[in-house]
């Protein structure tokens, strides 16, 4: 059957993310004209597809924005949270976030309707930069940042089992001053900087994210948000065709 596989068409959508919508396949939320869809079917260009009830169609245009997420923030399209991302930028559009930015963080996080784009800047082998300011409870010395550029085992335990143990990938660290450091990562685990952090006997009071890839923070106003400049689309497409 020609056509295009179901997850793909309804994160071009703009709905959600392709990831997301194996979920919602899997919860029997979704349609083809009228029947219940499985994972990996395709859509033809005549199909109808819905979720809950609600006809999805190809996003009209691609949106693309950067946002300076204050911390509280929560960073899911989720209405069962608040104050959720989307609700508190109230953007005219369907989007959704391209990965996370921990509640009590904040800086830098883009937003799109476009599916593929999110799968790509997502994906851990990419090895795409991130950059964050981070600010320590107390001084550190010159053997921290070794250790942090080397690489940091960090453990997740819930309710008594190991759901995380490994080592960080090699990383950049650079002194700003004595309890402040920049960060540049590759790989993005589950609150990766402050389980790094507690690794070595220190606590984060402060953590802002300033750049993902070519993408810089700058002068973006907290809570504002605004769209992409051509140059920085241009370059952004440029570094994801090579994935």
Request: aromatic residues 6%; hydrophobic residues 35%; glycine residues 6%.
């Amino acid at each position: 059957m020609d056509g295009i596989r179901l997850n793909k068409y309804i994160s071009e959508s703009g709905f959600c993310s392709r990831r997301q919508a194996d979920v919602l396949i899997q919860e029997r939320r979704v349609t083809i004209n009228g029947r219940v869809a499985g994972i990996g079917e395709k859509v033809g260009t005549d199909d109808v597809v819905a979720v809950d009830g609600k006809a999805v169609k190809k996003a009209a245009k691609e949106i693309l924005l950067a946002f300076n997420k204050p911390k509280g923030v929560i960073c899911t399209s989720s209405a069962k949270e608040h104050p959720n991302i989307i609700e508190y930028i109230n953007y005219p559009e369907r989007i959704y976030p391209i990965g996370r930015l921990d509640k009590d963080s904040e800086g830098l996080i883009l937003l799109t309707n476009m599916g593929d784009i999110v799968n790509k800047i997502m994906k851990s082998r990419n090895s795409h930069e991130k950059e964050y300011i981070v600010t320590l409870n107390k001084n550190y010395d010159d053997e921290f940042i070794k250790k942090m550029q080397e690489g940091v085992r960090i453990k997740k335990i819930e309710k008594g089992r190991v759901i995380m143990d490994e080592v960080t990938k090699k990383c950049k660290v650079k002194k700003i001053n004595a309890n402040t450091f920049s960060i540049i990562l590759t790989q993005g685990l589950n609150r990766q900087i402050r389980r790094m952090c507690e690794s070595l006997g220190f606590k984060v009071v402060k953590l802002k994210r300033i750049r993902i890839m070519n993408i810089e923070l700058k002068n973006l106003k907290k809570g504002q948000y605004r769209n992409l400049t051509d140059i920085e689309w241009n370059t952004l497409k440029k570094l994801i065709k090579k994935d």
